[in-house]
């Protein structure tokens, strides 16, 4: 669930809400006793409450979403490889795609049908998770925009079952002194696999994954000598409700209770890396191509 009100909100608005209450109660005769003509008085008045509607408006709407948003997310359940709630809801199926980068942040919502969202299988399906510390990046993920009384509220997927495959498995990074091996192979929903590194002039060895359409990296080992890598981070089935407004990566990335990440499908990098401190770094990469995995939860 991305971006509900804050603990302590209902406690705030309440208090906004009695104030302009007390103000309205103590500026009301006032009112009357200073403007003679009563069509000045009421017209002040109704200047007042509008204002009041104003103040308020906005932190009502947070809240109003965020029940819903609640309400929503408390329902789902999953059971024999689907995810439901209880009622139809009218929706819309497609695909949110986000992307946030220095110059501003573009939403938008490509539907593939119309119908009403009771239950949908949890079955890996095309998506895309990039996203960087500065909370810049790319979402592409499957899911409902309802609409009726949950209006904007989304309820988005992803399934982390991937089939993978290698330019080549060995990257090899090696100087006179240095040498460096990053081996991978295919797991059962991803690839495995680990880094070595025997070094005397470099500082340091490290494996990356990247998209091939932007520069965000995601570290897959560190090493000194030994590192095992595994992929992908997020390993199992995961289900968001948020709104539209809120979606946003960095409420993602928060979320997924990550940093930096790199996952979905499509065409991506594996880089190994040797640092020097006094010379250029060196490098060795291969691309791979992962897709969703057939089958989904049993």
């Given at each position: 669930?991305?971006?509900?009100?804050?603990?302590?909100?209902m406690r705030?608005?309440?208090?906004?809400?009695a104030?302009l209450?007390?103000?309205?109660?103590a500026?009301?005769?006032?009112?009357f006793?200073?403007?003679p003509?009563?069509?000045?008085?009421?017209?002040i008045?109704?200047a007042?409450?509008f204002f009041?509607?104003l103040?308020i408006y906005a932190?009502?709407?947070?809240?109003?979403?965020?029940?819903?948003?609640?309400?929503?997310a408390?329902?789902?359940?999953?059971?024999?490889?689907?995810?439901?709630v209880?009622f139809?809801?009218?929706?819309?199926f497609?695909?949110?795609?986000?992307?946030?980068?220095?110059?501003?942040?573009?939403r938008?919502?490509?539907?593939?049908?119309?119908?009403?969202f009771?239950?949908h299988?949890?079955?890996?399906e095309?998506?895309?998770?990039?996203?960087?510390?500065?909370?810049?990046?790319?979402?592409?993920?499957?899911?409902?925009?309802l609409?009726?009384?949950?209006?904007?509220?989304?309820?988005?997927?992803?399934v982390p079952?991937?089939?993978?495959?290698?330019?080549?498995?060995r990257?090899?990074?090696?100087?006179?002194?240095?040498?460096?091996?990053?081996?991978?192979?295919?797991?059962?929903?991803?690839?495995?696999?680990?880094?070595?590194?025997?070094?005397?002039?470099?500082?340091?060895?490290d494996?990356?994954?990247?998209?091939?359409?932007?520069?965000?990296?995601q570290f897959?080992?560190?090493?000194?000598?030994?590192?095992?890598?595994?992929?992908?981070t997020?390993?199992?089935?995961?289900?968001i409700?948020?709104h539209?407004?809120?979606?946003?990566?960095?409420?993602?990335?928060?979320?997924?209770?990550v940093?930096?990440?790199v996952q979905?499908?499509?065409?991506?990098?594996?880089?190994?890396?040797?640092r020097?401190?006094m010379?250029?770094d060196?490098?060795?990469?291969?691309?791979?191509?992962i897709?969703?995995r057939?089958?989904?939860?049993?």
């Open positions: 669930m991305i971006d509900a009100p804050r603990p302590g909100f705030s608005f309440r208090i906004t809400v104030f209450l007390l103000a309205f109660l500026f009301l005769p006032v009112v006793i200073a403007v003509d009563p069509d000045v008085a009421y017209a008045i109704a007042y409450i009041a509607v103040v932190p009502l709407t947070t809240f109003l979403r965020g029940h819903s948003i609640r309400s929503i408390s329902s789902i359940a999953v059971s024999g490889g689907y995810f439901y209880p139809p809801i009218p929706a819309e497609g695909y949110v795609t986000v992307v946030r980068r220095a110059e501003g942040l573009h938008s919502f490509s539907i593939q049908r119309s119908q009403d009771s239950r299988p949890l079955l890996p095309a998506h895309l998770i990039v996203i960087d510390r500065h909370g810049n990046g790319k979402i592409m993920l499957p899911g409902y925009r609409s009726g009384k949950y209006d904007g509220i989304l309820i988005l997927f992803f079952y991937y089939a993978v495959e290698f330019e080549k498995t990257l090899t990074v090696q100087s006179i002194n240095d040498i460096a091996e990053v081996f991978l192979q295919p797991s059962d929903f991803g690839f495995n696999g680990y880094l070595r590194a025997s070094l005397s002039r470099g500082v340091g060895a494996a990356y994954i990247s998209w091939k359409g932007s520069d965000v990296v897959l080992a560190v090493s000194g000598q030994v590192e095992t890598i595994h992929y992908p997020i390993a199992e089935p995961t289900i409700v948020t539209e407004d809120y979606l946003r990566p960095e409420l993602l990335a928060n979320a997924l209770g940093d930096v990440l979905g499908t499509g065409s991506f990098f594996v880089t190994l890396r040797v020097f401190p010379e250029e060196l490098y060795d990469s291969t691309q791979i191509w897709s969703s057939a089958g989904g939860l049993s």
